[in-house]
């Protein structure tokens, strides 16, 4: 009986294993963070659910059928035991390590999520059974993601890969309207890949049709999120050197401008500036040379209207003296005729 027992325990725990593979390769994701890498930065960002740029990640609300929000989905696959979760660390870093794992029962009893145990036929021990509206999808109003910004100097690349998630639980307190942020646990970004591409989701208010997965979300950096702490060697958060709102505004305003500037200098964009700023610069001879042109062919006009006015002043004085002459001196020739 025990050996029938480990037997079945086997051939699960194997086709687990195959249908992982299976979507591995027939939905291949994102690369993930390259080993040899010669740069790499770590930024921690919160993601708002309430803003429309996320609402990918929380609609729907509560499952309906094959259709459920990202927590539902890893909700799901933590109750099957499909993807490990690690404890989120007092000081907010993730530690993906066999000691760190949290189970799902205690989960559920932390955050006290309702549930119930229900026997099975054939099975000694009791099942978890979570209906879909005790699933606290409603209350999971951000994220907590890790993007790892990296150089990678054989192929030349620069870009980012998330490798963390973390949903955050908004609960109110008893005798109190504000609600209180619960980071619930960290889930290696690179376990939920194969069931992340599976998934087809609408991304933009314009077009609803589900022709986007999760990953490609992701991966394509769909979602808009701060940045409330970055990797340093005090390992301090935003909120604990920034005392005001501003200055924290005003210090993530400085950290993007980082990313963007290291990938300036990388392909050089010096280079490309010197070469507008020549473009600019022969653009403005050239229009200097148009106008110079456009001078002289003023100055020509200008002349050629300057003579035929003289010619024309010229030729009607002549016309003006003739006149006179023949007005002078036609007298005789009258007198001529009248005779």
Not at 141 to 150: A, N
Not at 175 to 187: A, D, G, I, N, R
Not at 242 to 256: G, H
Request: proline share 4%; aromatic share 10%.
């Amino acid at each position: 009986m025990k050996l029938s027992l480990k037997l079945m325990i086997a051939v699960t725990l194997c086709a687990l294993d195959l249908s992982v593979g299976w979507a591995q390769r027939q939905y291949p994701g994102s690369p993930g963070l390259p080993e040899d890498v010669v740069w790499m930065r770590e930024i921690y960002r919160t993601l708002d659910l309430t803003k429309d740029t996320n609402g990918a990640l929380y609609y729907p609300v509560e499952p309906q059928g094959n259709k459920m929000n990202l927590f539902a989905t890893v909700f799901r696959l933590l109750a099957q035991k499909k993807i490990p979760a690690y404890e989120y660390q007092l000081d907010g870093t993730e530690r993906f390590q066999k000691d760190a794992e949290v189970t799902f029962r205690d989960v559920l009893d932390r955050f006290q999520i309702y549930y119930e145990l229900k026997k099975v036929a054939n099975r000694r021990d009791s099942v978890l059974s979570i209906s879909n509206s005790d699933i606290p999808s409603a209350d999971v109003l951000s994220y907590f993601v890790k993007e790892v910004w990296y150089f990678d100097q054989r192929t030349s690349t620069y870009g980012s890969v998330i490798t963390a998630i973390c949903p955050v639980l908004h609960r109110s307190e008893e005798f109190s309207s504000e609600k209180v942020k619960l980071p619930m646990f960290w889930v290696n970004y690179k376990d939920l890949v194969p069931y992340l591409t599976q998934t087809k989701v609408s991304v933009s208010n314009y077009n609803n049709a589900a022709n986007s997965t999760w990953d490609d979300f992701f991966t394509a950096r769909l979602y808009k999120g701060d940045i409330y702490k970055t990797t340093n060697l005090q390992n301090r958060t935003l909120s604990q050197y920034c005392p005001t709102d501003s200055a924290m505004v005003k210090e993530q305003k400085r950290i993007e401008k980082e990313l963007v500037d290291f990938e300036k200098t990388l392909y050089g964009r010096d280079l490309i500036e010197e070469t507008d700023s020549v473009s600019t610069t022969s653009g403005i001879k050239t229009a200097k040379t148009n106008s110079k042109k456009r001078g002289r062919e003023n100055a020509v006009t200008t002349k050629s209207k300057s003579s035929s006015s003289s010619k024309s002043k010229s030729s009607a004085g002549k016309s003006q003296s003739v006149s006179k002459r023949e007005a002078a001196a036609p007298k005789a020739s009258v007198r001529r005729q009248r005779r």
